[in-house]
């Protein structure tokens, strides 16, 4: 078997169409998105004509189809343009594949097809209030009546919810079962009845990443908007992650690589002791911590990757690449603060936001902790 890791010609190109994107349209635009809070729809829209967001909807549908390593490749690059407006644009992968997973053609014609011709946003809905990783913990339910579902119940910490075209909706069909066949998908459109966006939270970082919460409230879903079976809602759910945690994983890779880069400079101008802080031992061992722990992210995500667009099972590594990269986020915006001292803690330079923008890492689409009990649960039971 080859190994290799070089790109093909194509994938430099996406990847320098994405680097140009993220330093010359979200790079400007960054701080005023983070002091406000105001959705980026303008540079998602942007996005949008350059052919960097919807990334994995088939051809069949008006996508570009693109592979996993490809998404991986334009998701670290918008991470370190602004993993906020990053976010923004990335989070509709999440609630359109479970559809490209389990929906039906005419589905996936009606709510895959509109992101072709314009910028359309979705949300993936599955988190509750009181049920995050806890699955036995949701209370949003689904009832049949006649040729409908009526759903109720609410969901929390939504990304894209007040912004978004329709929900990728998970709800409880047959309490005794649960995640083993007692939970069912729907897509809902947003301008349905009952259908509730609450608030938009204000969180300690990728502000303009808009989060909130969601009531359904006698919400009738056509039997037509059931994605796969009844039943596989959860699987489809969790299905999912195998394809969006690598992205994520690169995301944060791509804000570690921000936070090394301007951690570099500051060091190389920064004087202590009559002499750069570069030159400084100390200084050094940090940030070639930082260029390896990156180095090693990267390649776990790109395996993940590999893995899917080869057709292969990659649930743990995509976990492995998951649980490394939020960490490692999390050490080198942490480090690149201390770099740069009582500098780093001002919001006047731009450490102090890549810190905070790292530490949601560690949370979404599956905590750190989560992750860990993935890989030891596929470490012991994946072949038996």
Known sequence: MSVAFTLSEEQEALRSLAHDFAANEMRPVAPHHDRTGDYPIEVMQKAHALGLMNTHIPAEYGGIELGALDGMLIAEELAWGCSGIGTAIEANGLAQQPVILGGSDALKRKYLGMFAERCGICAYAVTEPGAGSDVQGMKTS????????????????????????????????DPQRLAKGGMTAFVVEKDWPGVLPGKKEYNMGQRCSDTRGITFDNVEVPEANVVGQVGDGWKLAMAA????????????????????????????????FGVPIAQHGAIQTMLADMAMEIEAGRLLCWKAAWLKDNGQRNTREAAYAKAFCADLVMKTTTNAVQIFGGYGYSNEYPVEKLMRDAKIFQIYEGTSQIQRLIIAREMMFRNK
Do not use: C
């Open 142 to 173: 689904a009832v049949k009546q006649g040729d409908k579902w009526v759903i109720n119940g609410s969901k929390m910490w939504i990304t894209n919810a007040g912004h978004a075209d329709w929900y990728f909706v998970v709800a409880v069909t």
């Open 241 to 272: 992650f195998d394809y969006t945690r690598p992205s994520v994983s690169s995301a944060a890779v791509g804000v570690a690589r921000a936070a090394m880069e301007h951690a570099v400079d500051y060091a190389l101008e920064r004087k202590a």
